[in-house]
Structures are given as C-alpha cells and as structure tokens.
C-alpha cells in the first residue's frame, strides 16, 4: 500500500491559467492543499462534523436497512479488511464504503450544505476512513482529504442554485461523487493531470434519482455510499492510465449541460465560476448545516416553528383547526407533493419527507425524535387526523436555497390565530447548534449500538484526529469484532 503525500511537500499552484478546463483547476487546487493554511476553527470544525457522522452511522448499525445493506455486499464481495461502523463484518474497498456510506446517510440524520443542497460529509467521510486506511493516511491526512471532498461537491453544488433538485436528480450521489474523487486521488497520491482524467471517468459512473420519493424506497440511503464507490474505482482507473474526458462539468455533455437538460434546450441555469471561487479561501465547510432532526433538512424549520407554538400558546391536536406550512418553491415538490401521499406516510422514509407529518407529529407529541419514525408514530391515528389539517402555502420571502426558512400558522377552534416563523433552520451557520449540542447527538445516536465507554473512545480519537499517526485505533474503535 503506497502512503498519502505530506500536505507540506505539495508545490502550491500560485497561478491558474485561464484556459484549464474546471477539472484542471480543481486538481490543481487538491494537489496543491495544504492543511497547515486551513484556519483552526475549520479543523476543529471538520472534527465535529465527523464525529456527527460517525455517531449517526453507529445508530443506523441496529437499523434493518443497515443489516440488509452489509449483508448484500458481503454476499457480493465476502470479507475484506476495511471497517463496517458498528457491524460485526469487514468488507473489501468498495464494499465498505458502500455500506458506511448507507449508514451514515441512512436515517437522514447528516449534515447538509444550504446553497449546494448536498450530504457533502455522508459521501466524504466513509470514503477518507476507507481510502485513509488503504494509503496509510494520518490523521491530518485525512482532514485535509475530507476538506477537499467537502469544499468541492458544495460548490459543484451550489453552481446550480437548486436545479439539479428540479431536473429530478440527488446531489448528494451526482455531486459527491466528484468531491470524493478529488479526495480518493489525493489520499492516493494521484498527479493534477491524472486525477483531472479521474473526475471524467466519475462524469460516467455518478447518479442518484429522487423517485425514492415517490413510494418511500430506499434508494437514497445508498446515494453517498455509490458516490465514493465511483471515486474510488474513477481514482484507481485513472491512476493506472485510464483516460476520461477533460471537461467533465461545463462540455456539451458534461455534469451541468447533461443533467439539467441543457443539452437538449431546457433553460435551467448554472454559475461556471461558483465552482472554483474561494477554494482555499472562503471555507464552505461553516456553511454546512447540522441537523437537530432526523428529517429531511427542508422539515426542520417546520419542526422547530410547531413546536414553539405548542410551547408557548399550550397547543394540542384537540384545540387545532387547521394549519398552514409556508415553505420555498423549490422545496414543494420534495415535502409537500402529492399531499395525499404526504398525509399517509407508509414508512419512516415517507415520515422525514413529509412536511405535513413533522409538524403534525411535533405538535401531537411535543417533540421529533427517532422515535417519532418507528410504525406506531407514523401510523397513530391522532398525529394522522392532524396531518388532515395541514396545508402548504409558497412562501414567496423564503431564504432557500441558501437556508431552508419554515412558517406555520395554527388556526385554533375557538378562532385563535398564531403564526412562528424560522428564517434560517437550526444548525446552520445563522442558526448553530453549539458544540455541547452536537456531543449529545453523537451519545445519543452512538450509544444506541455501543456502549458509552466505547461512544467516548471514538469521539477522544475523532476530536483529536489532527495528531493521529494513522487511522487504525478508529478503525478498531468503530469495529465490532
């Protein structure tokens, strides 16, 4: 196994020539990262951010969807010596970031960038713990590939201001995927030019449909797993001299043109520039929003807004009229349509895209957990007659995609009228979580599977990842043998 570069001993691009084609201008920027340049406050919080991960990944571990997910690919590639979070197995390469990508994403639990509207982290972090123990990476090693994953697929994301969301595609497995080729080729020590061929070859492998949406499937959950199983065999084929075309995001039938039907004449818009802007510079990592809830993020201003009215004006089902969402236009196809649908969750998927289920939920029992997804919530029929009452309305001052605002106003049977309104949704940058807050999520959701003793062994090692030599006590420490 070759071992990572050291961050220091990459020569710095000083000048981007005009001419180099995006994916030029982000090899040049990977190879050339350095961590030493990154602020403390980005390092400390990329830490927190995989530690979230982490945490949520070891909660999805006691989940069916997790055991079937590892089941299948052990079936398919049997054992191999990379960590499943929290599973009594290991798994070949791609297998194991496969499934810990499914598990990190799997309860839709994960941190999301607004503007790119994209799980950047669930994709980046399986694939820096695998890739990081097959390079022998250190600890900033791994910071630094996981920045890179997590700077590039935001912007890559945010170049699009929502469209891919419109044209029926998922970010988060379409775009991730590129962020983490840029990282696997810098965690295996790929050249600018070679890992500019790798992003071509990724431009055919990545996807990720939204018709999970439509029955609740879960599709979804395996999008960031798929994105770091493209990257890393888009990395290795590249390494070994594989060529892939060079204009991966802006050529006739590249990333942007193909997948907003830009080819064939649709009119959706996208900002070339946006995606190489402030790289190194601007760190969109604090921009990265963690969530309080374990729901689609769109939900989560919803959530916070019923259950402030609840509190303050003493609201139950019983006392409740109707109620009215105002939501952005470009968040109503994922949470709000077709109501009926979104009235009658079948499954705890079909519960965290459903604005109309988190509010009537969050009012009938003053709170949204994980527990607010098992069959007897999603199917109690007070919370389901409240769904009833629920309608939606286009908020036209909405701040998405940049923050996902919420509004609900609660007109009560003796003729009452209140209405909450969250601008910008807990956890983002104008509304954060503290980081009291997000070490009492990861107990939470961690010690669902291990023991605190155990919960604390890895969050000591994650918040202290910028000293490890390598990776392998997090490895143990995540591992079930």
Known sequence: MSSVANPADLTPVDDVDASMTISERLSAFTTAFTIQDVPEEVVERAKLHI?????????????????????????????????????????????????????????DFDDTHGGGVIH????????????????????????????IAVETSSRIGMAVNGNFHRAGHHPTGLVGAFGCTLAAGRLADLSAAKLAKAQGITL???????????????TKRQHPGWAGVCAVTAATMAKQGFVGPMQAYEGRYGLFNLHLGRHVGATADFDLDTVTDGLGETWELMNVAFKPYPACHFNHAFADAALALQ?????????????????????????????????????????????????????????????????????????????????????????????????????????????????????????????????????????RCVSRDRAQQILDLVMNLDRAFDLRDLDDALSIR
């Not at 055919?204 to 879960?218: H, K, N, R, T």
């Open 311 to 447: 509190k303050e004006h003493n609201l139950w089902p019983g006392d409740i009229d109707s109620i009215v969402a105002r939501i952005g236009e470009g968040q109503v196809q994922v949470v709000c349509e077709p109501e009926a649908d979104k009235r009658r969750p079948h499954n705890a998927y079909e519960a965290q895209f459903s604005v109309h289920y988190i509010i009537a939920a969050a009012l009938s029992r003053g709170r949204f957990t994980l527990d607010e997804l098992d069959p007897n919530a999603f199917n109690d029929p007070s919370i389901l007659e409240l769904c009833d009452r629920v309608t939606y309305e286009v908020d036209a001052q909405s701040n998405y995609p940049r923050y996902y605002s919420g509004e609900v106003t609660v007109r009560t049977k003796d003729g009452r009228e209140f209405t909450h309104r969250e601008d910008h949704n807990r956890g983002s940058d104008a509304n954060p979580l503290s980081a009291a807050d997000l070490v009492e999520k990861f107990y939470a959701n961690a010690t």
């Open 51 to 107: 530690l979230d991960c982490l945490g949520i990944g070891l909660a999805s571990a006691t989940y069916d969807f997790g055991h079937i997910m590892a089941n299948a690919m052990h079936g398919l590639g049997g054992d191999g010596p990379y960590p499943v979070i929290g599973l009594p197995m290991r798994l070949p390469l791609r297998d194991a970031i496969h499934v810990n990508g499914t598990l990190v994403h799997g309860l």
């Open 120 to 147: 950047a982290s669930a994709s980046a972090v399986p694939l820096v713990l695998c890739m990081g123990l097959a390079h022998g990476a250190t600890g900033k090693g791994a910071l630094a590939a996981y920045l």
């Open 204 to 218: 055919s492998m990545a996807g990720g449909s939204l018709e999970f949406l439509s029955d609740g499937a879960w």
